[in-house]
């Protein structure tokens, strides 16, 4: 009897997985190889390959209706969202069936930031999928990572790069993740040099491993890995800053204020290498002159807590006592508030769709001139919640201020009274 329900209970489950299928196998019963040729190459990741299949693949099947489904994910790889909404549209209304149109839907949406809405057709496609998927594993990927949901966003980079063992992307994105999370410095280290190994001219897997060797104190080989980058980039302003910092390290400050100055010109709008210079002028006892590079660092970035002390410090060596003090002050609230911010972002860590960690953020970035940062957040909210009163209430006062009377309008009609409070 055991045996009979077993065998029953087999039979069951493998008539269920036909029928989950059936739609793909009449679907594809006698379409030409052309048609199988293209799927093929976008899963792949293989554009090229896929445009010239899908165009044989039109050829021979002029009017078929999946062929649009096909098309449209090669026109979002390249970026092309209007056209790839112009397919989605066609494909359902020739009703084309199966998951083709949600998974394109999906893709639509992570290209255009929309994660919360793109994620259940992209993990379905992801777990359930007939295969491998370059095209599903990025956009999952990318949506995870700007939910600040790290440990979704690592299992589908470990899987990404299993699948696609010569792709230096998932390797490169996962470093990334993991630097920005502040993780182990070998993992991050070791991440970039697998970029590295599968694209040896990949300019951010390169410029990465520097900033990592930086931040991992091996400073001379972090001299040499800038070095070589800034031979092949030399106008690049993050890594003439990072080889200044690493020749800091090193106790080279003749070098390393050559390189600064430089980051300065070509980043005219970064307080960071004004910061550094002028530690260096104080050091050199020349208050002075450091008192003028904080006074531009404090101008580009008036919420930066280092660069207020400093200043602070530097008045009171002036004699302008009055000054300091105030400028100590305001360093200390800037530091509480820094407090807040990041305290935020941990909790994100531990709960990437924490509502009130994703307000806090929003409302610091807005408080502290970030404010299309702070609109990025809102927005973020909204896509997971449609209609939030406060982060609509965040995106109407921020489109009010630049002058966006239509969008204002529309996001504070989702207001309600409570929150207009």
Same mark, same amino acid.
């Given at each position: 009897?055991?045996?009979?329900?077993?065998?029953?209970?087999?039979?069951? #489950?493998?008539?269920?997985?036909?029928?989950?299928?059936?739609?793909?196998?009449?679907?594809?019963?006698?379409?030409?190889?052309?048609?199988?040729?293209?799927?093929?190459?976008?899963?792949?990741?293989?554009?090229?390959?896929?445009?010239?299949?899908?165009?044989?693949?039109?050829?021979?099947?002029?009017?078929?209706?999946?062929?649009?489904?096909?098309?449209?994910?090669?026109?979002?790889?390249?970026?092309?969202?209007?056209?790839?909404?112009?397919?989605?549209?066609?494909?359902?209304?020739?009703?084309?069936?199966?998951?083709?149109?949600?998974?394109?839907? @999906?893709?639509?949406?992570?290209?255009?930031?929309?994660?919360?809405?793109?994620?259940?057709?992209?993990?379905?496609?992801?777990?359930?999928?007939?295969?491998?998927?370059?095209?599903?594993?990025?956009?999952?990927?990318?949506?995870?990572?700007?939910?600040?949901?790290?440990?979704?966003?690592?299992?589908? #980079?470990?899987?990404?790069?299993?699948?696609?063992?010569?792709?230096?992307?998932?390797?490169?994105?996962?470093?990334?993740?993991?630097?920005?999370?502040?993780?182990?410095?070998?993992?991050?280290?070791?991440?970039?040099?697998?970029?590295?190994?599968?694209?040896?001219?990949?300019?951010?897997?390169?410029?990465?491993?520097?900033?990592?060797?930086?931040?991992?104190?091996?400073?001379?080989?972090?001299?040499?890995?800038?070095?070589?980058?800034?031979?092949?980039?030399?106008?690049?302003?993050?890594?003439?800053?990072?080889?200044?910092?690493?020749?800091?390290?090193?106790?080279?400050?003749?070098? @390393?204020?050559?390189?600064?100055?430089?980051?300065?010109?070509?980043?005219?709008?970064?307080?960071?290498?004004?910061?550094?210079?002028?530690?260096?002028?104080?050091?050199?006892?020349?208050?002075?002159?450091?008192?003028?590079?904080?006074?531009?660092?404090?101008?580009?970035?008036?919420?930066?807590?280092?660069?207020?002390?400093?200043?602070?410090?530097?008045?009171?060596?002036?004699?302008?006592?009055?000054?300091?003090?105030?400028?100590?002050?305001?360093?200390?609230?800037?530091?509480?508030?820094?407090?807040?911010?990041?305290?935020?972002?941990? =909790?994100?860590?531990?709960?990437?769709?924490? =509502?009130?960690?994703?307000?806090?953020?929003?409302?610091?970035?807005?408080?502290?001139?970030?404010?299309?940062?702070?609109? =990025?957040?809102?927005? =973020?909210?909204?896509?997971?919640?449609?209609?939030?009163?406060?982060?609509?209430?965040?995106?109407?006062?921020?489109?009010?201020?630049?002058?966006?009377?239509?969008?204002?309008?529309?996001?504070?009609?989702?207001?309600?009274?409570?929150?207009?409070?």
């Amino acid at each position: 009897m055991v045996a009979t329900r077993s065998y029953f209970g087999a039979a069951i #489950l493998i008539v269920a997985a036909m029928a989950v299928a059936g739609w793909s196998w009449h679907a594809r019963r006698g379409e030409p190889a052309t048609a199988r040729e293209a799927r093929a190459a976008v899963a792949a990741g293989r554009y090229e390959d896929a445009s010239a299949a899908l165009a044989r693949w039109a050829a021979a099947a002029p009017d078929e209706p999946e062929a649009l489904v096909t098309e449209g994910r090669i026109l979002i790889a390249r970026g092309a969202v209007v056209e790839a909404r112009e397919a989605l549209k066609k494909a359902i209304a020739r009703g084309v069936p199966g998951p083709g149109p949600a998974l394109l839907r @999906a893709l639509i949406a992570a290209k255009t930031g929309r994660g919360a809405e793109a994620v259940p057709a992209l993990h379905r496609e992801f777990a359930e999928g007939r295969g491998p998927d370059r095209q599903v594993d990025e956009a999952l990927a990318k949506v995870y990572l700007e939910a600040f949901d790290l440990g979704r966003a690592t299992a589908v #980079l470990d899987r990404w790069a299993r699948d696609f063992p010569d792709d230096p992307k998932p390797y490169l994105w996962r470093a990334e993740a993991h630097a920005r999370d502040g993780g182990d410095p070998g993992a991050v280290l070791h991440d970039y040099q697998e970029a590295l190994d599968r694209d040896p001219k990949l300019a951010r897997a390169r410029l990465g491993l520097a900033d990592a060797l930086r931040q991992a104190h091996r400073s001379i080989e972090a001299a040499a890995a800038y070095d070589a980058y800034l031979a092949a980039e030399p106008n690049d302003a993050s890594a003439h800053f990072g080889a200044g910092r690493s020749l800091l390290d090193q106790g080279d400050e003749e070098a @390393a204020i050559r390189h600064l100055t430089r980051a300065s010109e070509l980043n005219p709008g970064n307080a960071e290498p004004l910061k550094e210079l002028a530690e260096a002028a104080q050091r050199r006892g020349d208050w002075p002159g450091a008192l003028a590079l904080l006074d531009r660092a404090t101008a580009l970035d008036p919420n930066d807590v280092p660069v207020r002390y400093s200043r602070g410090v530097v008045l009171a060596r002036l004699g302008r006592t009055e000054e300091a003090r105030a400028e100590q002050a305001a360093a200390g609230r800037l530091r509480d508030d820094l407090k807040s911010l990041n305290a935020a972002r941990s =909790r994100l860590v531990a709960d990437p769709h924490d =509502r009130d960690s994703q307000l806090a953020i929003a409302r610091w970035m807005f408080d502290h001139a970030h404010e299309d940062e702070g609109a =990025r957040w809102a927005g =973020r909210i909204l896509d997971e919640r449609p209609g939030d009163s406060e982060a609509s209430r965040l995106l109407a006062d921020y489109h009010e201020r630049r002058g966006e009377t239509g969008l204002a309008n529309f996001h504070r009609l989702q207001v309600t009274p409570e929150a207009a409070r």
